[in-house]
T-cell receptor, first 115, second 109 residues
Framework: DAGVIQSPRHEVTEMGQEVTLRCKPISGHDYLFWYRQTMMRGLELLIYFNNNVPIDDSGMPEDRFSAKMPNASFSTLKIQPSEPRDSAVYFC?????????????FGPGTRLTVT | DAKTTQPTSMDCAEGRAANLPCNHSTISGNEYVYWYRQIHSQGPQYIIHGLKNNETNEMASLIITEDRKSSTLILPHATLRDTAVYYCIVGSSGDKLTFGTGTRLAVRP
């Protein structure tokens, strides 16, 4: 298995531009998570999906952030318009539930720099 | 409100056992203890989890006290590649996991 795939790995954009981050979860996993990591705030959960349905988006910082999961093999996190304070590493993770505790598998992350 | 307390940093010598403690005094009966680690510039990696009993896998051992208020992750023979931030997390099955600040482990040659 290829693991969780994220693209792009690095993104540099100017303030005000739209940014779209992409994630392909591990096949067969029914949970997908989006995290953001900064030095100041550590690793924060932004939103997670179960069977393509958003379950908890309480971590999404503001309306500039949106996430979709149109099918079981693809999710996007969009920031519009982007701001310098959005600079961070964004991780996608997936997991599979089978009636018990589950392990989350993380992707390599997308390092976003907004200038 | 943090569910777990871990030392900020630790170090150990290469080849020796690394014992990473975690306090979770408010853990409830249906909550598991998970351990993840994050090597620099990589995504977090699952290590092990447990409920009541001690657990062992190819990466590590997890020792949970009888009252479940604390646990210890043991890396039996630490290598330089084990240098990472180690996160102890408490959560129920199906819950979202909340990562704290973790323990920064440095393995010395």
């Amino acid at each position: 298995d290829a693991g969780v795939i994220q693209s792009p790995r690095h993104e540099v954009t100017e303030m005000g531009q739209e940014v779209t981050l992409r994630c392909k979860p591990i096949s067969g996993h029914d949970y997908l998570f989006w995290y953001r990591q900064t030095m100041m705030r550590g690793l924060e959960l932004l939103i997670y999906f179960n069977n393509n349905v958003p379950i908890d988006d309480s971590g999404m910082p503001e309306d500039r952030f949106s996430a979709k999961m149109p099918n079981a093999s693809f999710s996007t996190l969009k920031i519009q318009p982007s701001e310098p304070r959005d600079s961070a590493v964004y991780f996608c993770a997936s997991s599979r539930t089978s009636g018990g505790p589950y392990e989350q598998y993380f992707g390599p992350g997308t390092r976003l720099t907004v200038t | 409100d943090a569910k777990t307390t871990q030392p900020t940093s630790m170090d150990c010598a290469e080849g020796r056992a690394a014992n990473l403690p975690c306090n979770h005094s408010t853990i409830s009966g249906n909550e598991y203890v998970y351990w993840y680690r994050q090597i620099h510039s990589q995504g977090p990696q699952y290590i092990i989890h447990g409920l009541k009993n001690n657990e062992t896998n190819e990466m590590a051992s997890l020792i949970i006290t009888e009252d479940r208020k604390s646990s210890t992750l043991i890396l039996p023979h630490a290598t330089l590649r084990d240098t990472a931030v180690y996160y102890c997390i408490v959560g129920s099955s199906g819950d979202k996991l909340t990562f704290g600040t973790g323990t920064r482990l440095a393995v010395r040659p």
